[in-house]
Every structure is written in structure tokens, then in C-alpha cells.
């Protein structure tokens, strides 16, 4: 298939050079970000349109409000929007430009 990632490298998270931190709005994520929201309310984190195969964005809900997964490619190959409910997470990792995210 063509995807690889490299295990040895990948550190506690499973992300190599991973950014990221506690998010209060919307926000556009990067390959390797992490997203962790502790709030009320509904916010939106959307997938870059493309990233390198094995690119991955890890999210977490620590709040009582929702997070929305938006991406212009698929997720799992058919739906473009995931809901994270409290105390859920989620991590993304990017196929190809026809399957799109495998959410894991």
C-alpha cells in the first residue's frame, strides 16, 4: 500500500516532531500536531487537505463540549466530519489523496 511508519522513531505518542497543545477554537491542524480541547461549546479542528503518507494528527477531548473532525478528504474513506465526544480520542493518519484519513 505504500504506507509507512516509522516505529522506532515515533516516541510515546506514536508522532515524530509532533506540535501542538490545549486548544480553545477553531483550528486548522498540521501534520504531526496534537489537539487537546478542555472546554464547553463546539469547536472544529480541520485535517490539512493533504499531507505525506503516514502523516498523523492525534486529538483529544478532555472538556464537556464536542470537537469536530472536518476535513475536505475522506475519513475512512467515506465520511468527511467525526464527532469527539468527552473524554474521547482519535488519531488520524493520512493515506492518500483517494482513501484519505484512517481513523484509529
Known sequence: MGLQIDLPSAGLLG????????????????Q???YIY??????DVTLP???????TVLVKNLGTG????VSSANIDNSSSVVTISQNQ???FVYVSASF???KT
Do not use: C, H, K, Q
Open 15 to 30: 508522532v515524530s516532531g509532533a506540535t501542538g497543545g490545549v486548544i480553545s477554537g477553531n483550528t486548522n491542524a498540521v
Open 32 to 34: 504531526n500536531g496534537i
Open 38 to 43: 478542555e472546554f464547553p461549546g463546539v469547536i
Open 49 to 55: 487537505a493533504t499531507m505525506d503518507a503516514g502523516g
Open 66 to 69: 464536542t470537537m469536530r473532525i
Open 89 to 91: 480520542s482519535a488519531r
Open 100 to 102: 484519505g484519513y484512517l
